[in-house]
């Protein structure tokens, strides 16, 4: 069954809404819909140019894991809420909520920060005790002789 170029941009929106952000599924749908439509210009048929983007799921899994690796990934957006208008275009609503306005940081690199701060605590620590150690040892064995003398009392 051959797919129009409708029913094309429709697979890959909903394919990619499952993986990326509301703002990266519009900026990928809006580009095949220009790349789709100024390959019709240069004369290709509608058909021929779909046939050499393939399977718009296919196409869809690629670029999200293009951006997992990029490290832009963000989920499974329930925010992306998207019209189709009958003449073929689409009005988009998007949700202007932002998550914190955080950087998005990738696994690995959060451990890797998480693993220098704990070492670094732990050599402030081991500092610290070595530095006070004298100090603590007398406090102790004052403490000791003191403890030690009344219980000598009668």
């Known amino acids: ?15 990619l809404a499952g993986g990326l952000s509301s703002d ?3 900026d990928n749908v809006r580009y095949y819909q220009d790349y ?19 399977d718009p799921r ?7 894991e293009a951006n997992k690796r990029a490290g832009a990934s ?15 275009g689409t009005e988009q609503n ?5 998550y914190g306005g955080g950087i998005m940081l ?7 920060i998480m693993t220098v701060v704990v070492v670094v605590i732990i050599g402030l ?3 610290l005790l070595y530095a006070f150690a004298p100090v603590i040892i007398a406090g102790l064995i004052v403490l000791l002789v003191v403890k030690f003398l009344q219980g000598r009392k009668p």
């Open 58 to 64: 296919l196409l869809a899994k690629s670029i999200i």
């Open 94 to 98: 998007v949700s202007q909520k932002k």
């Open 1 to 15: 069954m051959k797919m129009d170029k409708q029913e094309f941009i429709e697979k890959l929106q909903r394919t």
């Open 74 to 88: 963000f989920g499974s957006n329930r925010e992306y809420d998207e019209e189709f208008v009958e003449d073929g």
């Open 125 to 127: 620590v081991t500092s």
């Open 24 to 26: 990266k599924v519009a």
């Open 36 to 54: 789709i439509e100024s390959e019709i210009q240069k004369g290709n048929t509608e058909a021929e140019v779909l046939s050499q983007l393939g």
């Open 106 to 112: 990738p696994g690995w690199l959060i451990m890797v």
